[in-house]
């Protein structure tokens, strides 16, 4: 694994990496919007977009396997790495940022998003539920 610390490399294919994902959802959202709207050739022009972004995602995130994963900097490389740095990532989601993102809401008088944040926290504690799961029955198996 090379050092990520102050390397230029690791740290733009990590903010290419987020800008292409983010941008993914964007256009499968408004994709979705445009469908909602009647604009089927509009809609099916941005599902064919998201799909390039994807494979732009994948081309950074193919990178990133020499370095770490850029949210967690855990080891990337295999399936049990990559599910323990999936793991670790939702962790910290559940129980530390949804937990100061409700908090805030709250504060700021915008329960119906705290609530929304609620949801979002249980079902990252679902999803770590299942990838532990996962993880152990890859494990036993002992294939990695």
């Known amino acids: 694994m090379k050092e990520e610390k102050n390397n230029n490399i690791f740290i733009n294919l990590a903010k290419s990496y987020q800008i292409e994902s983010s941008l993914i959802q964007n256009y499968k959202y408004f994709s979705n919007v445009a469908d909602y709207e009647g604009l089927g050739e509009t809609s099916q022009l941005l599902k064919n977009i998201s799909e390039t972004s994807l494979d732009n995602a994948q081309g950074s995130l193919d990178y990133l396997m020499e370095y770490s994963d850029p949210d967690t900097e855990m080891p990337l490389g295999n399936t049990i790495l990559h599910l323990e740095s999936l793991i670790a990532s939702e962790t910290k989601q559940f129980t530390e940022i949804y937990p100061y993102f409700i908090k805030q809401s709250r504060l700021d008088g915008a329960e119906d998003i ?6 979002l926290e249980k079902l990252k504690r679902k ?3 299942i990838l532990k799961n996962e993880l152990d029955r890859i494990k036993k198996l002992n294939i990695n």
């Open 127 to 129: 999803h770590v539920e």
């Open 114 to 119: 705290a609530s929304w944040y609620e949801t």
